[in-house]
């Protein structure tokens, strides 16, 4: 099995940046696929960036797009998730996925998540 244990989140002003780790163990980590999700108080969880099991492939949500960047090192078993010019409306909990099924690109489904990570950004 894996785990996945997201940190860095916080406070930051609008228009300020913020990166956020996820670190997995539990099984070789290479060969998953891996995403950000977040979930905003009563609004459903949504999927904000995706990357290959390499790091050559990448996808975004049009909202966060342009300003988001996912990236990972394997030798580190973890994800990135840098963030900038941050907007209110991207507070929320922030969800590292993991999926082994790589012959899908991008994932339709995830199998292991993490806890979570608060992302506060103040107007």
């Known amino acids: 099995q894996v785990q996945l244990v997201e940190s860095g989140g916080g406070l930051v002003q609008a228009g300020g940046s913020l990166s956020v780790s996820c670190a997995a163990s539990?099984?070789?980590?290479?060969?998953?696929?891996m995403g950000w999700f977040r979930q905003a108080p009563g609004k459903e969880r949504e999927f904000v960036a995706g990357?290959?099991?390499?790091?050559?492939?990448?996808y975004y949500s049009d909202s966060v797009k342009g300003r988001f960047t996912i990236s990972r090192d394997n030798a580190k078993n973890t994800v990135y998730l840098q963030m900038n010019s941050l907007k209110p409306e991207d507070t929320a909990v922030y969800y590292c996925?993991?999926?082994?099924?790589?012959?899908?690109?991008?994932?339709?489904?995830?199998?292991?998540w993490g806890q979570g990570t608060q992302v506060t950004v103040s107007s």
């Open positions: 996925a993991a999926t082994l099924n790589i012959r899908i690109w991008p994932p339709t489904e995830y199998d292991y």
């Open positions: 539990g099984r070789t980590f290479i060969g998953y696929h």
């Open positions: 990357i290959s099991w390499t790091g050559g492939g990448t």
